[in-house]
């Protein structure tokens, strides 16, 4: 192969800086035995070692290493990193991937059959059996910093894993010695070395190599570069972190058109990471370091090209002078923050100094100095100084600079307006660090934060603009939602008819908040014009009264009574300018129309329905638009099915987060279902949800098999006829045929929840825990239990119902023993150990670590590994058991609580809310859980369905005592709403 033909494509400058390189492997694949699967890893390295100066030494999995490589399911760390590799995709899918360096991971599909030896399929059992040290030896030469080749006889090659390539080849040669160097051939021979293999090696190497290195490191001509220019190049500047899409053309969509995308001249596939390819021949990137570059879009037909677009995307540097502009004490300080940006933007080459003088403007420009910003010229010394005689004369704490460089005859003179403007310029910069300070304490991490963007439509724009939009239906489309790196929604759309009531439900950690949080804030266009009431699922609590607090929801009555008072003491003091009459009469005008009065007796109610007080009978205020985040949660049954009453009578729109089944079957008229990064909306109910979305799972599933079993019916006929001359027509026609149809996508099904208590504990004969004739009070004037006699064992499923305020968690607390009784006993076994789910168990999470850490620091001297299997058992699985526990959803951090909890395996639980902030299907999970644990539960909860679930006893906490109904929970509902009816609720 000649030089001029070189396919070797040069990775970007990214490698390692040394070539005496280290991995390990921190998991094993469960189809092929630990000691196979070391012999083929160390194999795949040894394929590399042989062509190049680097060598490869492996290590524990504890020790840190240059390259991990590992064995991981669907559910893993790449869906943070990488929007192209979000995940694995099961059986006969993506083998696996890489990460170049620093970073030199190897992520391999567990969900595949590995072997060692050629790969085949296995007609036996029905799948692909894929040699390792072929895809290993792909994998890593990623990891050493080469992408794929356009040689198809090279081991990079996009499909070399798919193929009989199993060597390494010129190509890949040429590609890790553009990196690394040659080989050398004066380098001594190993002692495990065979007979005749050096002299081999050195002849291999020089074929590939000329002696000296350095003439051969030529710019490589790569072979997918487009055959022609494209006319104009439009250059975008984009911060860093935003998501930048590119279209190709509307003559793309033809069929007969093929569309090719390149970066900096290499093609991108499909294993090109940080890189989307969307329908509609589209291309998403996001701006970072390694996306920079050109990008080219080009459409033939047949071998023409009909159009080219390009684009050039730079990163910003504003965002570095933004963020950090009060910290550039000298040029040198602004030189060190973005003097490496400036010189990668630059289009031609640019030494330090030209680099530095666009610092020294930059930091003119910034108002920073502006005495250094001039510059000074040196002075030349009239004599030499001796310091050893100077200082002899001078106190050690004088600063002797300014005297040293004085001339002869020249007086030191200080101006003191500049002195004085540089000291408030110093007190005012120190002022604002400590207010950025007190706003960002130390230790406290700054999470990412939530972006939205939406395609706007001019014919709205215009009615908007205009006043003539007085629908109260809200429409919002084509929108996109990120948080930080994370993608939550693609192309989505939401519409909420006014009046209808809708339930937003899916797993824990897919955007629910954030989606209700854009719209809140307005993030996302909602017509100006309907008002918006959110109720946040956390909220941080204060000292203002409850009825206060919810006075303050009415936004309008409270800037209007703000106003009013504004007003009148501006006229009381003599102030006014005579406009103020007729403005107060405006006021009084709009507060009568809104009954401003009658709001705190409306407040009220609502205050009584949730267990506050009874007073009134009429609501607060009624925004066009209300907004539930998780409403249900630190509610007792009874508040809930108040609210449950109350919300079936609201007339304008309701958007709602819930996890409850029982309170969306009474709630919600429709269901929007978040999945796979898109909403789906269905009518009805959530019993009807669940029907309707079976059935349609069914119909994908039906139609995902007949169009395989069509394609295949295809792809036999071409197979057999292929070379057949006399069939070479219809060959043609059922290709073309082929490639017409849509796009085969398998159905996208969620994956099942799985929660398993270890209960590797011998079991002990009762009595295991009770209370006998206990009285407890926090003061003597209120009694909160007398005479409290309850008791469990290793088989009790016992929930404990009842108001707010009754006394649940108090009793809960009594029977660990946090609590002492005042009178009475409690019993519990020696060998009871209990583990404690507390109904605030974020309060008890160290927020700043991540949930590996907090595990570590809790329970010390275990492996990482050991950390990892325990957060997956409860799906805190790759990427999020590394995260901040700040940055997890409340659900997620409630996995966290139970994976703490069930660390040093207690025989008992006491679990206190423990549904809260959880989705439906870990509520379903834990609840399959708690039932196959072989010790005893007693739980506080007040979500209906997982109390049918589990529990086996109802114990209801009234009236200074605990009372076990006999008819469970649909006694204990009954109960309610004849309360209901007898207060006037209902």
Known sequence: ?????????????????????????????????????????????????????????????????????????????????????????????????????????????????????????????????????????????????????????????????????????????????????????????????????????????KRHCPKICNSCFEPLAVSSSPSVRPPHIHTKYISEGRVITFRCGLNSSKPHLQVSWYKDGELLSDSVPGFKLLPRQELRVRATKFSEGQYTCLIRHASRILRAHSWQIKLKARRVLHSGSADFESVDDLFEAVGELLQEVSRDSKDDEDI?????????????????????????????????????????????????????????????????????????????????????????????????????????????????????????????????????????????????????????????????????????RIPSHISILHVEQEVAGDE???????????????????????????????????????????????????????????????????????????????????????????????????????LQTWQSTILVVSHDRNFLNAVATDIIHLHSQRLEPYRGNFENFMKIKEERLKNQQREYEAQQQYREHIQVFIDRFRYNANRASQVQSKLKLLEKLPELKPVDKESEVIMKFPDGFEKFSPPILQLDEVDFSYNPSHCIFRGLSVSADLESRICVVGENGAGKSTMLKILMGDLAPVRGIRHAHRNLKIGYFSQHHVDQLDLNISAVELLAKRFPGKTEEEYRHQLGSYGVSGELAVRPVASLSGGQKSRVAFAQMTMPCPNFYILDEPTNHLDMETIEALAKALNKFRGGVILVSHDECFIRLLCKELWVCENATVTRIEGGFDEYRDILQEQFRKEGFL
């Open 544 to 646: 203002t009264p409850a009825l206060q607090s919810v006075l303050e929801c009415d936004t309008t009555r409270e800037s209007l009574l703000q106003e009013e008072r504004e007003l009148t003491a501006r006229i009381n003091a003599g102030k006014g300018q005579g406009t103020e009459g007729d403005r107060l009469s405006e006021i009084y005008a709009k507060l009568e129309e809104i009954e401003a009065d009658k709001a705190p007796a409306r407040a009220s109610v609502i205050l009584a329905g949730l267990g506050f007080s009874a007073k009134m009978q009429q609501q607060t205020t009624k925004p066009d638009l209300l907004l539930l985040d998780e409403p249900t949660n630190m509610l007792d049954v009874r508040a809930i099915l108040w609210l449950e009453n109350y």
């Open 356 to 524: 530095r003088e666009i610092c020294q403007r930059m930091y003119n420009t910034l108002h920073l100095d502006e005495e250094n910003s001039r510059g000074r010229r040196q002075v030349l010394l009239d004599a030499p100084i001796q310091l050893s005689k100077i200082t002899d004369n001078y106190d050690s704490g004088l600063d002797l600079l300014p005297k040293l460089l004085l001339k002869r005859d020249q007086n030191s003179m200080v101006n003191a307006k500049k002195l004085e403007k540089a000291e408030a310029r110093l007190k005012a910069k120190q002022n604002k660090r400590t207010e950025r300070d007190s706003l960002n304490p130390t230790g406290i991490l700054v999470l990412e934060e939530a972006s939205a963007s939406q395609a706007s439509s001019k014919k709205e724009t215009r009615m908007e603009s205009s006043g003539k939009n007085k629908s109260y239906d809200v429409r919002i489309e084509n929108f996109d939602v990120s948080f930080g790196e994370r993608v939550l929604l693609t192309g989505a759309d939401l519409n909420l008819a006014f009046g209808r009531r809708y339930g937003l439900v899916g797993r824990n950690g897919l955007g629910k908040t954030t989606l209700l949080k854009m719209m809140a804030s307005r993030s996302l």
């Open 1 to 205: 192969m000649g030089r001029r033909r070189r396919y070797a494509i040069n990775p970007l400058g990214y490698k390692w800086d040394h070539v005496n390189l280290t991995y390990k492997i921190v998991q094993f694949p469960s189809t092929l035995n630990k000691g196979d699967t070391e012999r083929a890893i160390a194999a795949a390295f040894r394929m590399w070692s042989e062509v190049s100066p680097l060598s490869f030494r492996r290590l524990p999995p504890a020790q840190p290493a240059d390259i991990t490589i590992g064995f991981y399911t669907f559910n893993h760390t790449d869906c943070w990193f990488s929007p192209r590799h979000p995940c694995f995709d099961g059986l006969n899918g993506e083998l696996a991937h890489a990460f170049l360096p620093p970073r030199g991971e190897i992520h391999f599909d567990n969900h595949e059959f590995w072997i060692l030896g050629r790969s085949h399929f296995s007609w036996k059992q029905g799948v692909w059996l894929n040699d390792l040290v072929q895809v290993a030896a792909h994998e890593i030469g990623h990891a050493l910093g080469l992408w794929h080749s356009r040689d198809v006889r090279a081991l990079m090659h996009p499909n070399a894993t798919y193929s009989r390539t199993w060597r390494i080849g010129q190509d890949d040669v040429w590609a890790v010695q553009r990196l690394y160097g040659c080989v050398d051939e004066k380098r001594q021979c190993e002692p495990w070395a065979r007979l005749g293999f050096c002299t081999r090696r050195r002849a291999f190497m």
